[in-house]
C-alpha cells in the first residue's frame, strides 16, 4: 500500500520536474531567457575591405607595364574580384579553374604567399601588378629570385628538401589522377632528389639563392624556358 | 571556364614561371598569337538601345553569333555599328552572359520570347547559371506541358466520327460523355441508378414498423424484401452490362481491366451474384451478409461523374508521403503517450487505463480532441500529462495537413486551367480560323480585284469594292498575292474559299450515290472522306484527291459564275477556254480538255504539270 503511494508520488515529482525543464528550454528556444553571457549572435563581419589602387602614372612608373597593358590588367582584375583585393581563397578558386583535373589549391597557396609581398593575407592590385611585372617583364635574375622566393616557403634564404618536396607535391597535385605513365607515390620525392642533385653544390642539404642562380645559368633548358612567356600580355 | 576568368589566364601563364626551374625536360614552344586583336569598343544597337562592348568581351564565345564573324551581317554602315532588331531587354541578359560568364532568366519575360532570343543568339540554354536554371526549367516545362494538351486536345478532337469502329466510337462515348446525345443518356442514367442502389442500401436498414405478430421492430428491407430485391437485381444488371460493353469497347482490356474504376465496378456488383448463388447454405450467409457491406461500393462509382471526385483521390495519392508521415508520427506519438498514462494511472483504483492497448483508445481519442470521456484520467500525473497530449495531439495533425491541402489546391487549379483551356480552345480556334479565311478572301479580292484593273467595265460588284481596296492594298500584300497566283498557275488549280469547296464535297457524295461513271469514281469514298476531312488534316499539299477529275471541275465551274466572267474578260490567260455557265455547254468541253490531263495524272492522281500548256483545268484544291 505504501510503496502504491510513494510509486505515485515519486511520479507526480517526476512529472513536476519534467514539466519545469520542459517549460524553460520553451522559454529558452523562443529567445526571452538567455543562458551564456556571450550568446550574442556574431557581429556582422566589417564590410568588405575595399582597396582602390594608386594611380596608373605611379604604377606605370613602378612596373614595366604600359598604360595600356595596366588598363587591360586591372579590368580583368577588377571583373573577378570587384573589392579590388583577392584573398587565399578567391585566388585559390580562380587558380583552380585553370587546372580542372588536380588539386591546384596548394600550389595556389604557395604562389599566394609568393605574390602577397607584404604578407597581409590578401594580395592588392599593386602587388598582382609587380609580381607580374617581375615574372613578364624581368630580367633573367629577377625571375630566378622570384622562383627561389616560391620554392622558399618559410623565406628563411635556404631552400631544403621538405620545403622542396612540398612545392614538388603540389606540382604534381595539379595533374591530378588521370596521367601517363602512372602517379607514383615517390615520383615527388625522386624529382626533388634530382633537382637536390643539380642544384646542391656544396650537399650540405639545402640550396641557397647563389646556388640556385648559377646553377640555373648554366642550364640551357631553364633559361629558355624563362623567356617562353614573355609574350604573354 | 567561367569567362571572368579569362581574364587572369596571362597571370597563370606568368606564374608557370615557377616551374622552369623544377622542369627537367625542354617546355614546348608557346602558340604564336596570330595578331594583337585590338581591342577596341563596339557599338551593338539593339532596337535603338546602344549597348557597348569591349570587342574581347564579344569573342570570348566565339561559337555564338556576336562572337564569331556571323555578326559581320549585322553590321551597319552608315553609322559603323552593329544593328540588331530584337527585344533589348533580353538582349541585356545576353550581352550579360558574354560579360559574366553566366547566364540569367529573368522571371518576367515569357519563356518561349526567350528561347527564341537565345536560338537566334547561338547560346545554349543549359549554361544557365544554377541561380535561375530551376526556374527557366520549370517554366519551360510548364508550356511544354501546355503545348502537349493542346496537341492531345486535337487530336483526340479532330478525329472525325466517319472513321472511327464501332468500338472506338462506343469507347468514346464513354469516355467523353458530351460527344453524342447517346452517350449524354448514359451517363446520365447510369447516375440516376447509381444513386438510386445507394439510397435502397441504406433505405433497407431503416426500421419500418413492427409485424402484427411480432413486437419487435424489423427493418425496412425484411419487410419489403421483394421489392428491394427487383431493384437490386435492376441496378445490378444496368451495371453488369455497363460493364461488359466497356470491357468490349476498352482498346486494351488488360489496361482496362487493371484501372482502380474497373475494379470498383467488379466489387459493386460481385455481392449480388455471390448471394446468388449461395442464398440455401446457411453457414456461408455469415459471410454473405458480410459481402453486402461492399455494395456501398457503388457509390464509388460516381467519381467518374464528378471531376472533384476524381481530383480528391489524386490528390490523396500524390500526398502519399505527407500522409505516411502523418501516420507514422501519430503512431509514435500514441505509444508514447499510451505507456505514459498507463504508468500514471496504474495506481489508481478502478481506472479504465488496464493495459497499454486500451491507452491508445485514450491517446487518440485525445490527439484528435474527440475527448468522449469514456476514458479519463483520474491522478494528477495522469491529468498532467493527458494535457500535454491533447496539446500535442493538435500540433502533430495540424502540421501536414496544410501540406496536402496545397497539393489538393495546386491540383484542382491545373484542372481549372486545363478546363478553361478547353473552353476557349473553341474560340480560339474560331479567331485563327477567321484570320485566315480573311486572308483567303483578301486574295480573292485581288485576284478578281488584279484581273479586272485592266478593264473599265466592273462586271460584279465584287470588282467594284475590290477597286477601292486595291488602292489601300500594302505592298506586301499584293507581293503575297502574286505569289499565290503564281502558284496558281503552276499547279494549274485555284484556291476556292471553304464553303464553295464543301459545297463541291457534298456534290461529290451525290454524284458518286448516282453512280455513273468509271473506275475512278469507285475510288471517291476514300476521296470522299479525304476530301471532306481534308481541311482537318494540317498538311497543305495541293494535290486533287483522287476524285475524278471531271465530275469535280464541272461542278466547280457551275458553282462560280464569277471565275468564268473573270476568265472570259482576261485577254492576258490567253490559254483559258471561253467557260460559260451552262453545264451543258461545259461537260463537253471539260471532256475534251481534260483527256490530255488525264494522262498525266494517271497514277497519281494530281493535276499538275505538263497540260498545263495547252489548257487549265479549273478544279478545286485545297
Known amino acids: 500500500m505504501m510503496t502504491a503511494f510513494w510509486e505515485t508520488e515519486g511520479l507526480q515529482t517526476l512529472g513536476i520536474v519534467v514539466l519545469v525543464f520542459a517549460s524553460i528550454k520553451l522559454l529558452h528556444l523562443m529567445g526571452l531567457i538567455s543562458f551564456s553571457e556571450d550568446s550574442v549572435e556574431d557581429e556582422l563581419e566589417l564590410s568588405a575591405v575595399r582597396h582602390r589602387p594608386e594611380g596608373l602614372e605611379q604604377l606605370e612608373a613602378q612596373t614595366r ?92 634564404g635556404y631552400i631544403t628538401k621538405e620545403e622542396m618536396l612540398d612545392i614538388m607535391k603540389a606540382i604534381y597535385d595539379m595533374m591530378g589522377k588521370c596521367t601517363y605513365p602512372m602517379l607514383k607515390e615517390e615520383t615527388p620525392r625522386q624529382h626533388v632528389e634530382v633537382f637536390f642533385q643539380k642544384m646542391d653544390k656544396n650537399k650540405d642539404g639545402v640550396v641557397t639563392i647563389d646556388e640556385f642562380i648559377d646553377c640555373c645559368q648554366n642550364d640551357e633548358n631553364i633559361m629558355r624556358s624563362m623567356h617562353l612567356f614573355e609574350s604573354v600580355l | ?130 541561380c535561375c536554371y530551376e526556374e527557366y526549367k520549370d517554366r519551360r516545362r510548364e508550356n511544354a506541358e501546355r503545348l502537349q494538351d493542346d496537341e492531345d486536345m486535337d487530336m483526340s478532337n479532330d478525329v472525325t466520327p466517319v472513321n472511327l469502329t464501332f ?32 439510397m435502397a442500401n441504406v433505405v433497407e436498414t431503416v426500421p419500418c414498423g413492427t409485424l402484427p405478430n411480432r413486437s419487435k421492430e424489423i427493418s425496412c428491407g425484411e419487410r419489403y424484401a421483394l421489392a428491394f430485391f427487383c431493384l437490386d437485381t435492376a441496378c445490378v444488371m444496368i451495371f453488369t452490362v455497363e460493364y461488359l460493353l466497356r470491357l468490349i469497347a476498352a482498346p486494351s482490356r488488360y489496361k482496362f481491366m487493371k ?221 503575297h498575292h502574286h505569289l499565290l497566283h503564281c502558284l496558281e498557275k503552276t499547279t494549274n488549280h485555284e484556291f476556292v474559299d471553304e464553303q464553295t469547296f464543301q459545297a463541291n464535297c457534298m456534290e461529290i457524295s451525290a454524284v458518286h450515290k448516282s453512280g455513273s461513271r468509271s473506275s475512278s469514281l469507285s475510288s471517291s469514298p476514300h476521296g470522299l472522306s479525304s476530301c471532306c476531312s481534308r481541311r482537318h488534316r494540317k498538311k497543305n499539299s495541293f494535290s486533287l484527291p483522287s476524285t475524278n477529275n471531271q465530275e469535280l471541275s464541272t461542278i466547280q465551274i457551275r458553282e462560280r459564275p464569277v471565275v468564268n466572267s473573270r476568265s472570259s474578260l482576261n485577254a492576258k490567260l490567253d490559254e483559258t477556254m471561253p467557260l460559260k455557265c ?34 487549265i483545268v479549273r478544279v478545286s484544291a485545297l
Not at chain 1, 591546384?104 to 609568393?114: C, I, Q, R, W
Not at chain 2, 559581320?72 to 533580353?90: G, K, L, S, V
Open chain 1, 65 to 156: 607595364f604600359s598604360r595600356k597593358e595596366l588598363q587591360i590588367l586591372y579590368r580583368g582584375f577588377k571583373n573577378e574580384c570587384p573589392s579590388g583585393v583577392v584573398n587565399e581563397e578567391t585566388f585559390k578558386e580562380i587558380y583552380s579553374q585553370f587546372f580542372p583535373q588536380g588539386d591546384a589549391s596548394t600550389y595556389a597557396h604557395f604562389l599566394f604567399n609568393a605574390f602577397d609581398t607584404d604578407h597581409n593575407g590578401s594580395v592588392s592590385f599593386e602587388d598582382f601588378v609587380m609580381g607580374l611585372s617581375i615574372l613578364l617583364r624581368g630580367t633573367v635574375q629577377e625571375k630566378l629570385n622570384w622562383a627561389f622566393n616560391l620554392y622558399d616557403i618559410n623565406k628563411d
Open chain 2, 1 to 130: 571556364m567561367a569567362a571572368g576568368v579569362a581574364a587572369w589566364l596571362p597571370f597563370a601563364r606568368a606564374a608557370a614561371i615557377g616551374w622552369m626551374p623544377v622542369a627537367s625536360t625542354p617546355m614546348p614552344i608557346p602558340p604564336q598569337d596570330r595578331r594583337k586583336p585590338q581591342d577596341g569598343l563596339i557599338i551593338l544597337n539593339v532596337s535603338g538601345t546602344r549597348f557597348q562592348t569591349w570587342r574581347n568581351t564579344l569573342e570570348r564565345y566565339p561559337d555564338t553569333l556576336l562572337g564569331s564573324t556571323e555578326r559581320d551581317f549585322f553590321f551597319h554602315e552608315e553609322t559603323n555599328e552593329y544593328f540588331f532588331d530584337r527585344d533589348p531587354d533580353i538582349f541585356r541578359h545576353i550581352l550579360n552572359f558574354y560579360r559574366t560568364g553566366k547566364l540569367h532568366y529573368p522571371r518576367q519575360e515569357c519563356i518561349s520570347a526567350y528561347d527564341e532570343e537565345l536560338a537566334f543568339f547561338g547560346i545554349i540554354p543549359e549554361i544557365i547559371g544554377d
Open chain 2, 167 to 198: 468500338r472506338e466510337y462506343l469507347w468514346r462515348a464513354f469516355e467523353n460523355p458530351h460527344s453524342s446525345t447517346l452517350a449524354l443518356v448514359f451517363y446520365y442514367v447510369t447516375g440516376f441508378f447509381i444513386a438510386i442502389s445507394v
Open chain 2, 259 to 479: 484501372s482502380v474504376m474497373s475494379v470498383i465496378d467488379v466489387v459493386a456488383i460481385m455481392p449480388y451474384y455471390i448471394g446468388l448463388v449461395m442464398t440455401d447454405n446457411d453457414q456461408l450467409s455469415g459471410a454473405f451478409v458480410t459481402l453486402r457491406v461492399f455494395r456501398v461500393f457503388r457509390i464509388f462509382k460516381f467519381s467518374r461523374h464528378s471531376a472533384g471526385l476524381r481530383i480528391l483521390g489524386y490528390t490523396l495519392k500524390s500526398c502519399a508521403s505527407e500522409l505516411g508521415f502523418l501516420l507514422f508520427s501519430l503512431t509514435m506519438a500514441i505509444i508514447i503517450f499510451a505507456t505514459v498514462m498507463f504508468y500514471a494511472e496504474k495506481g489508481s483504483p478502478a481506472s479504465k487505463f488496464t493495459s497499454i492497448p486500451a491507452a491508445f483508445w485514450y491517446t487518440i481519442v485525445t490527439m484528435t480532441t474527440l475527448g468522449y470521456g469514456d476514458m479519463v484520467p483520474k491522478t494528477i500525473v495522469g491529468k498532467v500529462f493527458g494535457s500535454i497530449c491533447s496539446l500535442s495531439g493538435v500540433l502533430v495533425i495540424a502540421l501536414p495537413v496544410p501540406v496536402i491541402v496545397s497539393n489538393f489546391s495546386r491540383i484542382y487549379h491545373q484542372s481549372q486551367r486545363a478546363e478553361k483551356r478547353r473552353a476557349q480552345r473553341k474560340t480560339r480556334l474560331a479567331r485563327i480560323r477567321a484570320a485566315k479565311i480573311r486572308g483567303t478572301n483578301a486574295y480573292m479580292r485581288y485576284k478578281q480585284n488584279g484581273l479586272l484593273i485592266d478593264t473599265l467595265k466592273e462586271a460584279s460588284k465584287e470588282a467594284g469594292r475590290a477597286l477601292i481596296g486595291k488602292a489601300a492594298n500594302p505592298p506586301f500584300e499584293s507581293q
Open chain 2, 582 to 615: 451552262e453545264e451543258a455547254y461545259i461537260t463537253p468541253s471539260m471532256v475534251s480538255l481534260s483527256a490530255p490531263v488525264m494522262i498525266s495524272s494517271d497514277g497519281d492522281g494530281s493535276t499538275t504539270t505538263t497540260a498545263y500548256s495547252q489548257s
